[in-house]
């Protein structure tokens, strides 16, 4: 049978049976065993499924051995297509509930979860793109919402807020270190030459670079008096360089806590039509699209 069409039987069968699950369970009550964990259900879904993400990203990992390849070549197979299909039907069955499957399948999971599914279908087309099957891995970061760890969420979403905030300076820090290295391994191709290892300026910046970050391989060393003189002063400078990001994401992350404070009074309530929170604890209604909450 052509692959195409194989994949299209495929996805057919598993349309209908999402469907059917739909009708028979209802689509409130699918929509918060799937997408809550305030219910027994809720919690046994994610948890089932955090373990059935980890054991197929364990299988696609050791898989590439390829003595174990060779000797469990079938079970593999067998494994990463069970898996794909679950996924996928799990996949469809989010669609399905959701207000907006369109807002869903855009946001970060969303995506995360269509190219969890993507490659063993591509590998009936094109050899070898099973291996990106291990981007399901990522899809364990709903452990932090299945474990009600909000505490560590909230932290990562601090020092995410962070970053981006202090982005610009960060960028031209980034710009002043690349222009400092520049001109240290350009200086050090002319104290030191190719005779000393110094072949060329780009290997110049790479022992700059190797050595202001304090990394240290030894692999290119100066020999000359002011080469060495060079290299201590090139360490010394590493060392106070190191401060300058800690200090510009400790000032964000101190001001992105301050902002994160002042929303503390909102809850983290999922709009079932649009997926946003940040609503008010006593909110009825999303903010964001007027949906009953």
Partial sequence: MPAPLLILLILSGLLLLALLIRR???????YRTIFGTDTPAGKA??????????VSVLAVV??????????WDGPFNVLEWGFTLVFTLEYMLRLLCVGSPQRYARSF??????????????????G????FLVVRMLRVMRVFRVLKLGEYLQESNLLRDAIVAGRRKITVFLL???????VIGSLMYVIEGPERGFRSIPVGIYWAIVTITTVGYGDVTPETTLGRFMASVVMLLGYSIIAVPTGIISSEIGQASARQREEAGKAEVVCRACLRVGHDRDARHCKFCGAGL
């Fill in 128 to 131: 070898g793109s099973h291996v």
């Fill in 45 to 54: 879904f994610d948890v089932a499924l955090l373990i059935a993400i980890v």
């Fill in 24 to 30: 028979t369970y209802g689509r409130a009550r699918l």
């Fill in 176 to 182: 002043a270190m690349i222009t400092l290295v520049t």
């Fill in 109 to 126: 999971f969303g995506v995360v979860d269509l190219l969890s599914i993507v490659p063993s279908f591509l590998g009936l087309l094109v």
């Fill in 62 to 71: 050791i898989e590439t051995d390829p003595v174990l390849r060779v000797n």
